[in-house]
């Protein structure tokens, strides 16, 4: 089957050559392959792993409130709805000097990378993405670029052996054997040449004119690709570049002329009918020299610096024909709040297994408290994701989209071996009679089922185009409530 993938500017074709049968892609979808040699490759690599943590952490940690968006000027429901309770009235530049402040006061002494790391492997997760910076500009490793660091002599924790954060976490993943990502921010509001204090930001976007200040704005481009290249060049072998801040790209000319504006739970963004082009081309071509195998992901920017596209708190409806992963929180938030809950095991694994399911990968959002800790219900949750991954994470590793279906109702998944000779079904909620009928798989004549995690084969018999397979009783020790079952031809 041809399936076309329209872009603004090209038509891509994916030739696939399986047949779809209750698969159908059904949605408009933006997607370029990368052309650099190897990526491909190394794209197919990362799919297999399927499982990742994202951690957001910085000063702002200490207050326990949402990461940066308390100082952009926007009226919108996490900007000023989520500063701290205490300044939520203050006048805006006196409430960002407060902020800003928050520098003076950074000292994680219990700050443990190979806790987290420990805790990420025992989870079953195979990668990490680490914010090194957000959009507040406060740099989490040692830069030579800028002074609100972590590493300056005014933040309390530069005395500390730990004190190059992203070098130390980069560090102790690599030790657990796990793949290390970098999450940067491209809009940088703490810099003068993003936010210039000649003008006052009054949003997200340079608080100056690009067009009429070009010599500022190529001061910015300097300073984000110098940043960048440090993050190739002194952190170790890095396998993702994740760069957040999607409306710092280049613009087409009818965009700029119409001054575009977007949606977002009932507010709208401010105008932003400026080209905030940073040269993505000539960085790639730099950090690539440096470190060929790096995956790039230019977030929400159509085009082949999107390595993988990355829905936000969302799983799409359908399976998909590229590579993607959905971002997720643990929580109600990507950092640490106090009295945050959590969501249930048996919500994380069937989440897990819904977006494999649809070809995807998981990255979940973990947010240390201000002193470099998660809370004990989040080592918990992992614990527990780990336990049930040990059992059934050959469902979910190294998977691929089953090409028949992904899904079967709402509580059952379908995943499949690379080879298709191994099929796996994955069940929320175990059946009460311990009798399960599947209409959209028909195992062939002589195949074995087996519950993983046991050794017995189940009885099935074929019954009018589906199968019907006795599970018998419900197996203990399963707090997930999701069971999955290996079908071998």
């Known amino acids: 089957m041809i399936?076309?993938?329209?872009?603004?500017?090209?038509?891509?074709?994916?030739?696939?050559?399986?047949?779809?049968?209750?698969?159908?892609?059904?949605q408009e979808q933006s997607?370029?392959?990368?052309?650099?040699?190897?990526?491909?490759?190394?794209?197919?690599?990362?799919?297999?792993?399927?499982f990742g943590m994202l951690v957001h952490w910085g000063p702002y940690s200490q207050w326990g409130i949402v990461e940066s968006w308390s100082i952009c000027p926007e009226d919108l429901s996490w900007a000023t709805g989520g500063r701290k309770k205490e300044f939520a009235d203050l006048p805006y530049f006196e409430y960002l000097a407060r902020y800003e402040g928050l520098k003076k006061t950074f000292n994680p002494v219990r700050f443990d990378p190979e806790k987290w790391a420990k805790a990420a492997k025992n989870a079953g997760m195979k990668y990490l993405v680490f914010t090194t910076k957000h959009h507040d500009g406060f740099t989490m490793w040692d830069s030579k670029y800028t002074d609100y660091k972590v590493t300056?002599?005014?933040?309390?924790?530069?005395?500390?052996?730990?004190?190059?954060?992203?070098?130390e976490v980069f560090n102790a993943f690599r030790k657990e054997g796990l793949w290390v990502g970098a999450y940067f921010s491209k809009p940088d509001w703490h810099t003068q040449y993003y936010w210039w204090d000649k003008f006052p930001p009054t949003d997200r976007n340079p608080s100056y004119s690009i067009q009429k200040h070009p010599d500022q704005w190529n001061k910015?481009?300097?300073?984000?690709?110098?940043?960048?290249?440090?993050?190739?060049?002194?952190?170790?072998?890095?396998?993702?570049?994740?760069?957040?801040?999607?409306?710092?790209?280049?613009?087409?000319?009818?965009?700029v002329l119409a001054g575009l504006t977007e949606e977002y739970e009932g507010s709208r963004y401010a105008r932003n009918d400026q080209s905030q082009d940073i040269d993505m081309p000539g960085l790639v071509k730099k950090i690539r020299a440096k470190q060929p195998a790096l995956i790039v992901v230019d977030r929400a920017v159509p085009g082949p610096f999107q390595d993988y596209l990355t829905p936000e708190q969302h799983i799409p409806e359908t399976g998909l024909p590229y590579p993607w992963e959905t971002c997720m929180t643990m929580g109600g938030s990507w950092t640490y709040t106090p009295n945050d809950r959590f969501k249930s095991l048996e919500d994380l694994i069937w989440k897990l297994a819904d977006i494999v399911s649809k070809g995807g990968n998981l990255l979940l959002g973990v947010g240390p408290d201000g002193n470099g800790e998660f809370v004990p219900e989040a080592y918990a949750r992992l614990a527990e994701m780990g336990k049930w991954l040990e059992i059934n994470g050959?469902?979910?590793?190294?998977?691929?989209m089953n090409p028949e279906t992904y899904h079967e109702g709402e509580n059952i998944r379908f995943t499949q071996s690379k080879d298709g000779k191994t099929h796996?079904?994955?069940v929320r909620g175990f059946p009460q009679d311990g009798m399960l009928r599947l209409e959209k798989l028909q195992p062939a004549a002589g195949?074995?089922?087996?519950?993983?995690?046991?050794?017995?084969?189940?009885?099935?018999?074929?019954?009018?185009?589906?199968?019907?397979?006795?599970?018998?009783?419900?197996?203990?020790?399963?707090?997930?409530?999701?069971?999955?079952?290996?079908?071998?031809?």
Not at 3 to 26: D, E, N, P, Q, Y
Not at 31 to 50: H, N, Q, S, V
Not at 157 to 164: G, K, M, S, V
Not at 450 to 475: C, F, S, T
Request: proline residues 5%; contains cysteine.
């Open 152 to 167: 300056d002599e005014e933040c309390p924790f530069h005395a500390n052996p730990n004190r190059n954060i992203a070098k």
């Open 447 to 489: 195949a074995t089922i087996r519950l993983l995690g046991q050794k017995n084969k189940l009885k099935w018999k074929p019954d009018n185009g589906a199968a019907v397979i006795r599970l018998g009783e419900k197996p203990v020790g399963n707090d997930s409530n999701v069971f999955v079952l290996k079908v071998e031809a």
């Open 31 to 50: 997607y370029t392959p990368d052309p650099y040699p190897g990526i491909a490759e190394r794209l197919e690599e990362w799919r297999d792993l399927k």
């Open 394 to 400: 050959e469902a979910i590793y190294g998977t691929r």
């Open 220 to 255: 910015f481009m300097e300073f984000t690709h110098g940043q960048i290249d440090e993050l190739v060049s002194d952190m170790g072998k890095m396998d993702i570049l994740w760069l957040d801040g999607g409306w710092v790209r280049p613009k087409t000319k009818e965009e």
């Open 424 to 426: 796996y079904v994955l």
């Open 3 to 26: 399936i076309f993938v329209r872009m603004k500017r090209t038509i891509t074709t994916f030739a696939i050559l399986i047949s779809w049968v209750g698969c159908a892609f059904t």
